[in-house]
Nanobody, 125 residues
Framework: QVQLVESGGGLVQTGGSLRLSCAAS????????MGWFRQVPGKEREFVTA????????IYEASVKGRFTISRDNAKNTVCLQMNSLKPQDTAVYYC??????????????????WGQGTQVTVSS
């Protein structure tokens, strides 16, 4: 049974930082591209960033580029999202996701096979 479990969310002031982690089990983690998405009530789930299974390439949504950094540790089956210079518009539930197709870094939620339960990030102004 595949499980993705996010942690590290919380409340932070504008300009602050948070580090999200996602622990994966039940899959060959090193073969999966991993992504982070976020969603606010009433809106579609939005792509944030993804990292290739090799860790060799990454992609970021424009509004987070330069502020967020995705990383992975294939030995520990974890993917992390370091979020700096947070803004109120970053407030959302953040989800990690796993994509087996692996050849490209997809920004579409439909490409991802497994999802975590989400962790709330709230940035106060």
């Amino acid at each position: 049974q595949v499980q993705l479990v996010e942690s590290g969310g919380g409340l932070v002031q504008t300009g602050g930082s948070l580090r999200l982690s996602c622990a994966a089990s039940g899959l060959t983690f090193s073969r999966y591209t991993m992504g982070w998405f976020r969603q606010v009530p009433g809106k579609e789930r939005e792509f944030v960033t993804a990292i290739h299974w090799s860790g060799g390439s990454t992609i970021y949504e424009a509004s987070v580029k330069g502020r967020f950094t995705i990383s992975r540790d294939n030995a520990k089956n974890t993917v992390c999202l370091q979020m700096n210079s947070l803004k109120p518009q970053d407030t959302a539930v953040y989800y990690c996701a796993a994509d087996y197709s692996g050849l490209t870094l997809s920004q579409s939620s439909r490409s991802y096979d497994y999802w975590g339960q989400g962790t709330q990030v709230t940035v106060s102004s």
